[in-house]
């Protein structure tokens, strides 16, 4: 792993700021999924990657990605900082090969699995039916 510089605390404010769940892009999710009449837990530690959205009976997992941290391809939230360039793409590199491994260790527990990403929650019909799709 790459050393960061000591953390300032400007730096440490900003980073405290994201959060691993309940985020904006998830609360979205859940409340076209609620308002669809499905129901789901939330943050299954057991299962690899610990999904946002779970439906343990059918076996379906849903995951919820920022389009910044998790590298959505072609998307223009998918910028890149300017320092520390080296830093930044192991980081996002990490995170690819992460979700990647995840994603296949699901599919050999016999789960299937949906990425929602950040951009796509602004549309909520299209939300709905993606979801809708993914869950019959």
Same mark, same amino acid.
């Given at each position: #792993?790459?050393?960061?510089?000591?953390?300032?605390?400007?730096?440490?404010?900003? #980073? /405290?700021?994201?959060?691993?769940?309940?985020?904006?892009? !998830? #609360?979205?999710?859940?409340?076209? $999924? @609620?308002? $669809?009449?499905?129901?789901?837990?939330?943050?299954?530690? +057991?299962?690899?990657?610990? *999904?946002?959205?779970?439906?343990?009976? &059918?076996?379906?997992?849903?995951?919820? @990605?920022?389009?910044?941290? @998790?590298?959505? *391809?072609?998307?223009?939230?998918?910028?890149?900082?300017?320092?520390?360039? %080296?830093?930044? +793409?192991?980081?996002?590199? /990490?995170?690819?090969? &992460?979700?990647?491994?995840?994603? +296949? !260790?699901?599919? /050999?527990?016999?789960?299937?699995?949906?990425?929602?990403? %950040?951009? !796509?929650?602004?549309?909520?019909?299209?939300?709905? !039916?993606? $979801?809708?799709?993914?869950?019959?």
């Amino acid at each position: #792993m790459i050393d960061d510089p000591p953390i300032t605390p400007e730096r440490s404010s900003l #980073m /405290a700021r994201v959060r691993p769940r309940d985020t904006k892009p !998830e #609360m979205i999710v859940r409340r076209v $999924l @609620h308002a $669809l009449g499905y129901r789901f837990r939330l943050q299954a530690k +057991e299962l690899p990657g610990r *999904p946002d959205i779970v439906f343990r009976p &059918r076996k379906k997992a849903i995951f919820v @990605h920022g389009c910044f941290w @998790h590298r959505h *391809p072609g998307c223009r939230r998918t910028t890149s900082p300017k320092s520390r360039r %080296e830093f930044w +793409e192991a980081k996002f590199s /990490a995170n690819q090969a &992460r979700d990647e491994r995840v994603q +296949e !260790e699901l599919k /050999a527990l016999g789960w299937s699995s949906l990425v929602i990403w %950040e951009c !796509e929650t602004r549309n909520s019909e299209a939300l709905a !039916e993606s $979801l809708k799709n993914f869950l019959n």
